[in-house]
């Protein structure tokens, strides 16, 4: 057996009867961060991940043949994450096994059971391999290690909600974060640092305070404070400039803006994007999303919405983002619509509405009294490290709620997941209702709903009613986490913009027929005021679907091309 060091980086450990020198040998590339370990059996794999567990350290990925001599490959699985439920899991299967025991294993996939199977390189430089060794390790790294390196600090004292959503946004944001109590040298330094700017006889700043990447300390009191600081206002834009007027404003930064701005900006559209909270909407929360095209081994929200951030700003597509779009003055006769925030006005030839929808309230007083104290709307990646040992509840039938509960899992104790349906069938895909079924820190407690809650201060436990016969029961919780179902936010759109029964956006032939110009219906995406489309998830008859939005994002361009081009 390898015995680690005392005090080991991150371990990757290596499962092979027969090629451990040589996967110890292809895996010398890791050895700068990572402790790499060999173990030549299930049992001894287990053993050394539980003697690092049992030091205080961590395992970050287990990396085995396809066959072990002392168990079932699937069995073995399931064992090392008992022990190290955030271990990334690799079948590496060598290339006399690779078709054999495909059949067998590939299953094991869909149930959630590992992450991933290769075939063993062949030869040096595989880096098709090796770049799936990376993504395993980036996305434990993002989700479960605490960073290395950080590019924003937050000082404030355990379970200010405040705090706990400026780092929700900086998770989001793909910012490493770390905080920092008020007493520690850091928090001091940030204090003096604050006072130098502030002098007497300032008033002592309110917690929590925040350094950013752009330097010095704020205390803000919203978490729009700490966007515009590091991003900037809408009325940064010269009013007197070429871009007074931009060609295209997307409202919405989920999957359905993100695409509208990177194929605007790329097809030559000056392109502003406007988002309320952080890139990626709602989507941007999900832990993994295994089913969306071209990531086998899935993508968390916040990696696809960086990603494609980042894409669209290589295009020209300037961002704002905390900035909540509060109103909307279509234009008349090809004058530009205008959209108004806090931090100014934006002016725009077209505009494409992508403001996704909100988390439904529970609407339980003593919930909402408590919530950034243990109870969190959506799913708050940035707070699932602090579950460990926890019992946890997840509120909601839908794909966010699955994939908040699998990550939640990876800490706490226990996940419930309830729902007032008799079962997730109905609302959620297949792949995750498997993998929810095959955990064995999951459960899923149906025809219920939350009724009450409270502790000491922050949560600690939770009523539950059985909708069927309305008994009740209180269960310890140490955290609520409320996916509820999907309402538009649509409400600050000007009575112009037509809507259906629920608030959703009308577009295309689906828009009332007295509306029609001149017996013609909008564009398939056009709303009913010209130059104004939706797309996404405030599209009413959208697929409440990342890749659908997405799909939406793209297609509108072209309307607003056709739009602009008859101005």
């Not at 060794?133 to 950080?150: I, K, M, Q, R, Y």
């Not at 007032?420 to 995750?432: G, H, P, Q, V």
Request: charged content about 20%.
């Amino acid at each position: 057996m390898s015995e680690p060091s005392v005090h080991p980086h991150p371990a990757i450990i290596l499962v092979s009867a027969s090629r451990a020198d040589f996967l110890l040998d292809e895996f010398g590339r890791y050895t700068r961060d990572y402790t790499v370990l060999c173990a030549s059996s299930a049992a001894e794999a287990e053993a050394i991940a539980q003697k690092i567990v049992d030091d205080g350290a961590q395992v970050a990925l287990f990396v085995s043949e396809a066959r072990l001599p002392d168990a079932p490959m699937l069995v073995a699985l399931h064992r090392w994450r008992v022990v190290v439920p955030t271990a990334r899991r690799m079948i590496a299967a060598h290339w006399e096994d690779f078709l054999v025991e495909a059949e067998a294993l590939r299953p094991g996939l869909a149930t959630g059971k590992y992450d991933a199977f290769l075939l063993m390189p062949r030869g040096a430089r595989d880096e098709e391999f090796h770049t799936a060794v990376c993504e395993l390790l980036s996305d434990w790294g993002s989700t479960v290690a605490a960073p290395e390196v950080t590019t924003a600090e937050v000082i404030a004292e355990p379970g200010n909600p405040l705090a706990v959503a400026v780092r929700e946004f900086f998770s989001r944001m793909g910012m490493p974060s770390a905080t920092f109590a008020p007493d520690s040298p850091t928090g001091q330094a940030a204090l003096a640092e604050w006072r130098a700017d502030h002098p007497e006889p300032a008033d002592p700043p309110s917690y929590p305070l925040v350094r950013s990447m752009r330097g010095g300390v704020i205390a803000p009191s919203t978490v729009r404070e700490v966007a515009a600081e590091i991003y900037g206002r809408p009325d940064s834009i010269d009013p007197e400039g070429a871009n007074a007027i931009v060609d295209l404003c997307i409202v919405g930064a989920g999957p359905a803006g993100l695409a509208a701005a990177v194929y605007g900006a790329s097809e030559g559209l000056s392109t502003v994007a406007v988002e309320a909270e952080a890139i990626g909407g709602q989507a941007g929360t999900s832990s993994m999303i295994r089913n969306y095209l071209g990531f086998p081994r899935g993508v968390s929200g916040m990696r696809l919405a960086q990603r494609a951030r980042s894409q669209a700003i290589r295009f020209g597509t300037r961002f704002f983002t905390g900035w909540e779009v509060s109103g909307l003055t279509p234009g008349v006769d090809g004058a530009p619509h205008v959209l108004h925030t806090d931090g100014g006005d934006l002016h725009a030839r077209s505009v494409v509405l992508a403001t996704g929808v909100t988390y439904r309230k529970l609407g339980v007083e003593a919930i909402e009294a408590l919530v950034g104290l243990g109870v969190h709307y959506g799913s708050a990646m940035s707070v699932a490290r602090e579950m460990e040992g926890a019992d946890v509840v997840v509120v909601g039938g839908g794909n966010s709620a699955g994939q908040a509960a699998l990550h939640l899992a990876r800490f706490a104790r226990s996940v419930t997941i309830v729902v007032r349906r008799e079962s997730l069938e109905a609302t959620m895909s297949s792949y995750l209702i498997k993998e929810i079924s095959y955990h064995h820190r999951l459960t899923v407690r149906p025809f219920t709903e939350v009724v009450d809650g409270g502790g000491g201060g922050r949560l600690e436990w939770l009523t539950l009613r059985d909708s069927r016969d309305g008994t009740t029961d209180t269960v310890p919780a140490g955290g609520l986490f409320l996916l509820l179902g999907a309402e538009p936010h649509s409400g600050w759109l000007p009575e112009a913009i037509a809507r259906d029964d629920k608030g959703f956006l009308l577009t295309g032939r689906d828009v009332p027929a007295q509306t029609w110009s001149d017996g013609v219906p909008p564009p398939s995406l056009g709303t009913t005021v010209p130059g104004i489309f939706a797309v996404g998830d405030i599209r009413s008859g959208s697929m409440k679907r990342v890749a659908a939005a997405s799909g939406e994002g793209s297609s509108v361009v072209p309307l607003v091309h056709a739009y602009l081009g008859g101005l």
